[in-house]
């Protein structure tokens, strides 16, 4: 059973940028592969994009291409989403997520819900 | 991009009795595997989702028994042989066979 804890909610102006934190317990980061969903009311859920820690590049979503980036950090098994340019459409809530296999999602953080507001 | 769809949007349902959603890719899910890379989650009120089926057909850890899923190619189906309460919630239809991953847009299941 992998838990993910997730950073609380942020508050961000538009063309701002915002971090996410995702904190790994009871597995190894570095054998997981993390992505990130968002979820709206106007377009339900939305892959964002991701990458496993073992190898591989990251891959995103096209509408993210150049404005996010995911990084981890090992030693504290925390993984991180960073998204910048922000507008009024990116306010949602974030989840991180382990990919298995690249089958299925098998664990869902709690939800990070990030608010983009003049 | 796989484009998915799902039927019915809202689904009322009596407890006890069954209830089937439907969900459909623009697409074939078939990987060259042989298996079929859709998989379905359910979003109670106030939760996350979680995995009920992987793999077009294979219930998840924790699932109950009284949920499957079925199907191929592009139409799939999860079936409840007897709902029960704690079955209300948003059911989506995941693609995960190419990137970009895609969702459908849900079935919400409701007890009349």
């Known amino acids: 059973q992998v838990h993910l804890i997730q950073s609380g909610a942020e508050v961000r102006k538009p063309g701002a940028s915002v971090r996410v934190s995702c904190k790994v317990s009871?597995?190894?980061?570095?054998?997981?592969?993390m992505h990130w969903v968002r979820q709206t009311p106007g377009k339900g859920l939305e892959w964002v994009g991701g990458f496993a820690l073992q190898g591989g590049g990251p891959e995103y979503a096209q509408e993210f291409q150049g404005r996010v980036t995911f990084t981890a950090d090992t030693s504290t098994d925390t993984a991180y989403m960073d998204l910048s340019s922000l507008r009024s459409e990116d306010t949602a809530v974030y989840y991180c997520?382990?990919?298995?296999?690249?089958?299925?999602?098998?664990?869902w953080g709690q939800g990070t819900l990030v608010t983009v507001s003049s | 991009d796989i484009v998915m769809t799902q039927s019915p949007l809202n689904l009322p349902v009596t407890p006890g009795e069954p209830a089937s959603l439907s969900c459909r890719s623009s697409?074939?899910?078939?990987?060259?595997?042989?298996?079929?890379?859709l998989d379905w989650y359910v979003q109670r009120p106030g939760q996350s989702p979680q995995i009920v089926i992987y793999?077009?057909?294979l219930r998840a850890s924790g699932a109950p028994d009284r949920i499957s899923g079925s199907g191929s190619g592009t139409d799939f189906t999860l079936k409840i042989s007897r709902v029960e309460a704690e079955d209300v919630g948003i059911y989506y239809c995941m693609q995960a066979l190419q990137t970009p991953i895609t969702f459908g847009p849900g079935t919400k299941v409701v007890v009349k």
């Open positions: 997520v382990t990919l298995r296999q690249q089958q299925m999602i098998d664990f």
């Open positions: 697409q074939s899910l078939l990987h060259n595997n042989g298996f079929h890379y």
């Open positions: 793999l077009g057909s």
């Open positions: 009871d597995y190894p980061l570095s054998e997981l592969s």
